[in-house]
């Protein structure tokens, strides 16, 4: 039924050879006749065995090709995605500095920072976007970059379900503009970030901490911030109330080298070892 007789020689061979070891073990029955006829069909099953495993790894691998082909084209949603980014850089030259498809088709467009409240305005109420609803703004911290903050937007389209990332950047001094007046999303998600990182939003209705403890000093999620903080809180049971006192073990910013963490142990043990034999000695 799946491997026709007469594309494959070899199965036609054996299906006669079958065939013709029945009616010969009816019509002689001949105990040396019969085994003979057995062993030419075992021999005949063997090669047809042999050409269908071939037939298969051929037919696999044709399979193979096919698909490696269609994968190394871009798919429908990845050319659309990218239509799109060019369609938003055309359109906004001035602020849009480039525009890429990132793995797993997502649409990814870096911006100036002058430009978030145009961007954003633009991808929410055009036409042909309708990003209606902000769904997170991050940061990343990278203290080598002369820009050492970068914040991503991360927008979703209901309409065309489509979702769309918005990547500027900013130093310690220099402001954003707020999208809370664009996005009611962004009022907290702002504090977030000028909690955990110091960049300051200006135009923002309620700047301030969110995430941290009254009195904070510093930005814990930046590169620089020592792992042990400056100051520890903890409650004074002859004062009655909460006392913040800086920490006892301050720890300063180190920098961690994880490819071999276990690599110390065994030479203490070789230095050991080679203490406890000189002491013998």
């Given at each position: 039924?799946?491997?026709?007789?007469?594309?494959?020689?070899?199965?036609?061979?054996?299906?006669?050879?079958?065939?013709?070891?029945?009616?010969?073990?009816?019509?002689?029955?001949?105990?040396?006749?019969?085994?003979?006829?057995?062993?030419?069909?075992?021999?005949?099953?063997?090669?047809?065995?042999?050409?269908?495993?071939?037939?298969?790894?051929?037919?696999?691998?044709?399979?193979?090709?096919?698909?490696?082909?269609?994968?190394t084209?871009?798919?429908?949603?990845?050319?659309?995605?990218?239509?799109?980014?060019?369609?938003?850089?055309d359109?906004?030259?001035?602020?849009?500095q480039?525009a890429?498809?990132?793995?797993?088709?997502?649409?990814?467009?870096?911006?100036?920072?002058?430009?978030?409240?145009?961007?954003?305005?633009f991808?929410?109420?055009?036409?042909?976007?309708?990003?209606?609803?902000?769904?997170?703004?991050?940061?990343?911290?990278?203290?080598?970059?002369?820009?050492?903050?970068e914040?991503?937007?991360?927008?979703?389209?209901?309409?065309?379900?489509?979702?769309?990332?918005?990547?500027?950047?900013?130093?310690?001094?220099?402001?954003?503009?707020?999208?809370?007046?664009?996005?009611?999303?962004?009022?907290?998600?702002?504090?977030?970030?000028?909690d955990?990182?110091g960049?300051?939003?200006?135009?923002?209705?309620?700047?301030?901490?969110?995430?941290?403890?009254?009195?904070?000093?510093?930005?814990?999620?930046?590169?620089?911030?020592?792992?042990?903080?400056?100051?520890?809180?903890?409650?004074?049971?002859?004062?009655?109330?909460?006392?913040?006192?800086?920490?006892?073990?301050?720890?300063?910013?180190?920098?961690?080298?994880?490819?071999?963490?276990?690599?110390q142990?065994?030479?203490?043990?070789?230095?050991?070892?080679?203490?406890?034999?000189?002491?013998?000695?």
């Amino acid at each position: 039924k799946y491997f026709p007789t007469y594309k494959y020689p070899a199965l036609h061979k054996m299906a006669f050879s079958s065939r013709f070891m029945f009616c010969a073990s009816k019509a002689f029955r001949n105990p040396v006749i019969c085994s003979n006829i057995a062993k030419r069909a075992n021999k005949d099953a063997f090669f047809a065995r042999q050409a269908l495993g071939i037939a298969l790894l051929q037919k696999y691998k044709q399979i193979r090709l096919s698909s490696t082909a269609v994968s190394t084209q871009d798919s429908p949603t990845t050319t659309r995605l990218m239509e799109f980014g060019q369609f938003v850089s055309d359109s906004m030259p001035k602020f849009v500095q480039s525009a890429e498809v990132t793995e797993g088709d997502e649409l990814q467009v870096l911006i100036s920072p002058d430009g978030i409240i145009p961007i954003l305005t633009f991808l929410r109420d055009h036409t042909n976007a309708q990003f209606k609803q902000l769904m997170d703004i991050t940061a990343v911290d990278w203290p080598s970059k002369p820009y050492r903050f970068e914040i991503v937007y991360n927008l979703l389209s209901v309409r065309y379900n489509t979702r769309i990332r918005v990547k500027t950047y900013t130093d310690e001094l220099t402001p954003l503009d707020s999208a809370s007046s664009l996005f009611h999303s962004a009022n907290w998600a702002e504090r977030e970030i000028w909690d955990m990182y110091g960049v300051f939003f200006s135009n923002h209705p309620d700047l301030r901490r969110i995430l941290t403890d009254y009195g904070f000093e510093g930005h814990p999620l930046r590169k620089d911030f020592p792992l042990s903080g400056f100051y520890e809180i903890r409650y004074d049971s002859e004062l009655k109330r909460l006392v913040q006192d800086p920490v006892e073990l301050a720890q300063e910013f180190r920098k961690f080298e994880l490819q071999s963490p276990w690599e110390q142990f065994p030479k203490h043990r070789k230095t050991v070892a080679k203490l406890e034999s000189a002491k013998k000695e």
